[in-house]
């Protein structure tokens, strides 16, 4: 219920907000002029038809036209598409034979994501239940993460963020249920919608190798093997997406593209930096210093909670397995802190190996975006309440006020995006 309130406050705000002089105009060029008439489809399209949902929208129209495209993965135009067919079938005026998805129907269909954010916070609570076994911490994190860092982009848009989210928890939940296979098919479906979905498969080789090797200091044939067909099986998609693109841009054609003679070409990696200037420190000027400062509230905090609990679980618990004198165990946590599980450890390293890409190699304030997709961050966050109440307080208020104002933003057309 409370999720369904935040989800719809989102929407409200971003709705409100979206009648606000816009900083670029694109959204009424496409949509074209308004019914003489009230319209909510019309009313709800033009408030969520911001930055990348361009880019989707586009794709989902005409497919993969432009170069730059290839850089948004086709999970959201795929959403889109299929949702704009179920609206188009309800609504006799759309039913002409062979008529391309207007502008509105694909942005009423990545309002899907409105519903799948919903379902996440319920697996949230399942989630944090498993590692912690604590209700009240289950409920804490679970209310934290209906103030994430960027509502907008993660409750009401077309944009990846929810659905990759939604399927990234749901993963998860498998992980820790051992469920190994049902975990993979749902990593394998996010990464059509987020290119770090590749780093998802990290948790089944944690689970399926690394977590029986530290319980008993072996691990069978079997289940090395088990864990490279199923990490393969994540990894397959974005690797014949690549592949999709060279066989367009580099075989058969007489110029083929500069990318195509690379040590390993990949035409998104390629666009990242070519269109997005993404690469190691190429973000880090003085133009983009307001940027890092948008992104460094939760940078900030899953640094401090991956380095805590490296420094006080992880590391103490890699050292006695690698004693040969001690034996197998799960390594005693700095005053038997709820908060340092063992069972979280994937999770810490997930939300650092993506934090140090974030900060060094990308649009550092992408993590607005992206810290939402980890657990970690509202296990961070509820950490912070419980030991460090004074610091908690600071996290809840910056995520309300910020909450807001980038709605606003988001509505008017401002940054970040």
Known sequence: MLSCAATGL???????????????????????????????????????????AFHFGNVAKSGYVYENEWAFLPGVPWVMRACASILRAVDPSKQVAGAPFDWEELMLGGLLG??????????????????????????????????PSSPATLRITGYSEPFFTFLSYKGMLCCARKQWLMATCFFALATTFRSN??????????????????????????????????????????????????????????????????????????????YWNVGFLRYWTVQQLPNFLLGAPPLLLLFTFTLQYARFALIPRLAAFASPSSAPSTAPTQKASPFLSPSIAPHVIHALVL???????????IVLRLAASMPLTYWAAAWLLVERPNLGKWWVGWSVVWGAVSCVLWAVFLPPA
Request: hydrophobic share 50%; net charge neutral; proline share 5%.
């Open 114 to 147: 409105s519903f799948v954010s919903i379902v996440s916070v319920e697996d949230l609570y399942d989630l944090t239940m498993l590692h912690f076994h604590s209700p009240s911490i289950a409920l804490l994190a679970s209310l934290l993460s209906l103030l």
């Open 197 to 274: 979905g590749i780093f998802l498969c990290g948790f089944v080789a944690w689970g399926l190798v690394v977590e029986p090797l530290l319980e008993s200091k072996k691990v069978s044939l079997g289940r090395l093997l088990y864990a490279a067909v199923l990490c393969t099986t994540v990894l397959a998609f974005f690797v014949w997406y690549q592949y999709q693109a060279y066989r367009r841009f580099c075989t058969g054609s007489i110029a083929p593209a500069t990318w195509c003679d690379a040590f390993v070409p990949s035409i998104y990696t390629y666009v990242q930096a070519k």
């Open 355 to 365: 934090s140090l890409l974030l900060l060094f190699a990308s649009h550092t304030q």
């Open 10 to 52: 989102t929407l409200l705000l971003t709705v409100l907000s979206s009648r606000l002089p816009l900083f670029d105009s694109s959204p009424h060029v496409l949509l074209g002029d308004p019914p003489p008439h009230f319209s909510l489809r019309r009313i709800l399209a033009s408030s969520v038809l911001r930055w990348d």
